[in-house]
């Protein structure tokens, strides 16, 4: 069975500051990854997804992910974060190979952008 | 631009009374998911299905829970009787099939407050 573990809870950042929100995922067969946002009071917004090929995935409003393998590592990133910035933000995984497969979340981290 | 639909947006009830949602999946899309998120949690898979038959609903409280997709197009969750504990976001999914995890969609969600 898959699980993740998102390391930290909220994340406060000051506004145009780098941020790496930070995802660990346990699995013993190969995966997909993903990181989603949520807005509140709405539903979730897929950012970027790992399927295969390249470690470095680039999402949508500037954020980009890196899987690792051997780290077991899936971190988000944004070189400068914006006030609309703010939000849920939730790491993901599913096995790759299985027509049953399912999407475990991770708890969330809420990031804050201070101004 | 293809969403899914869910309503209501909110619902308040008291406890012991009866609640559903409803959710309609994109146009063409064979697998359908409802999950539950509790504040400050990640989603929680309750029933996912494939048409109109249920593949997984291993997490679903089948004491109060009921769900429903009878012509595998729309469905309907249903909790009867509604308690405390059963206040959260209620969110619906779907993707091409269930192969498909990945081109998961999520709709804006149902917030259930019960008191």
């Known amino acids: 069975a898959q699980s993740v573990t998102q390391l930290d809870s909220q994340v406060p950042v000051f506004e145009e500051a780098p941020v790496e929100l930070r995802c660990n995922y346990s699995s013993s067969v190969s995966v997909y990854l993903f990181w989603y946002v949520q807005y509140p009071n709405q539903g979730l917004q897929l950012l970027l997804k790992?399927?295969?090929?390249?470690?470095l995935v680039k999402g949508i409003n500037g954020f980009e992910a890196e899987f690792n393998k051997s780290q077991t590592s899936f971190h988000l990133r944004k070189p400068s974060v914006h006030i609309s910035d703010t939000a849920e933000y939730f790491c993901?995984?599913?096995?790759?190979?299985?027509?049953?497969?399912?999407?475990?979340f991770g708890s969330g981290t809420r990031l804050s952008i201070r101004p | 631009e293809a969403e899914v639909a869910q309503s209501p947006r909110y619902k308040i009830t008291e406890k012991s009374q009866a609640v559903a949602f409803w959710c309609d999946p994109i146009s063409g899309h064979a697998t359908l998911y409802w999950y539950r998120q509790i504040l400050g949690q990640g989603p929680e898979l309750l029933v996912q299905f494939q048409d109109e038959s249920v593949v997984d609903d291993s997490q679903l409280p089948k004491d109060r829970f009921s769900a429903e997709r009878l012509k595998g197009v729309d469905s309907t969750l249903k909790i009867q009787p509604a308690e405390l504990g059963d206040s959260a976001m209620y969110l619906c999914?779907?993707?091409?099939?269930?192969?498909?995890?990945?081109?998961?969609?999520f709709g804006p969600g149902t917030r259930l407050t019960v008191t």
């Open positions: 790992y399927l295969s090929g390249s470690t």
């Open positions: 993901a995984v599913s096995e790759s190979s299985s027509s049953a497969s399912k999407i475990i």
């Open positions: 999914a779907s993707s091409p099939g269930t192969y498909f995890v990945h081109e998961q969609y």
